[in-house]
């Protein structure tokens, strides 16, 4: 079975810094990798969508990267900003079925 | 925009009551899916559909059913509410094929007492 897991569980940041989140997977046999944002009480809000034929992906300051051999996806966040705020989650999708990380909770510090 | 919407923010039921969370997306999306997430352990999947009248389960479908009447609704249900159901629940609608993206709902907090 897919096991997801995304390190650390939590990390704060003084506003304007560029940070790293990270994700990584047991199986390689993976269709795409989804990112993802929740704010508190809220559902997911979709962030970036990367192919398995795909290395990354952009979206304003937003960058995810995927290395399927290894098993790994970076999500990096240029700039950040106080409004960056919220839990990080990350989702292989396997075809029937999606298997999530427990997020990456940030906060920026203004 | 994708629009995914389910029927409460918040719910409180008792033990026992019968249970009913619907989830209506306006995509015509063939792909739709009902997860719980709890602290600590993240999203796990219950049931999902793949088109009207088909469901699968996912890796936690005890004590509950669904149904899929119409293609945009996306019903869960309670068939006798228990205190370890109280959880966040969320919806999810996927783009077409296995390749799609997921879009969700803005979840129900689900108490049960």
């Known amino acids: 079975k897919q096991e997801v897991t995304q390190i650390p569980a939590a990390l704060s940041v003084p506003e304007g810094e560029n940070l790293v989140l990270n994700c990584s997977f047991t199986?390689?046999?993976?269709?795409?990798l989804q990112w993802f944002r929740q704010d508190p009480g809220k559902g997911l809000t979709s962030l970036l969508l990367?192919?398995?034929?795909?290395r990354e992906q952009t979206s304003g300051r937003l960058n995810a990267s995927l290395d399927k051999s290894s098993g790994r996806s970076t999500l990096y966040i240029a700039a950040s900003q106080p409004g960056d705020s919220a839990t990080y989650l990350c989702?292989?999708?396997?075809?029937?079925?999606?298997?999530f990380g427990t997020g990456t909770s940030l906060t920026v510090i203004p | 925009d994708v629009k995914v919407t389910q029927s409460s923010r918040y719910l409180v039921k008792r033990t026992g009551e019968k249970v009913f969370l619907e989830c209506v997306q306006d995509?015509?999306?063939?792909?739709m899916f009902w997860y719980r997430q709890d602290p600590g352990l993240g999203l796990r999947l219950i049931y999902f559909?793949?088109?009207?009248?088909?469901?699968e389960k996912g890796d936690i479908p005890e004590g509950y059913s669904v149904s899929r009447e119409k293609k945009e609704r996306f019903s869960l249900i309670l068939e006798s509410a228990s205190t370890n159901q109280t959880s966040m629940y969320l919806c999810?609608?996927?783009?077409?094929?296995?390749?799609?993206?997921?879009?969700f709902g803005p979840g129900t907090r689900l108490t049960v007492t």
């Open positions: 999810a609608t996927r783009s077409q094929g296995l390749f799609g993206e997921q879009y």
């Open positions: 199986d390689s046999a993976i269709y795409n």
């Open positions: 990367i192919q398995s034929s795909q």
């Open positions: 989702a292989v999708n396997t075809g029937n079925q999606f298997y």
């Open positions: 995509m015509d999306h063939e792909n």
């Open positions: 559909s793949y088109d009207v009248k088909m469901k």
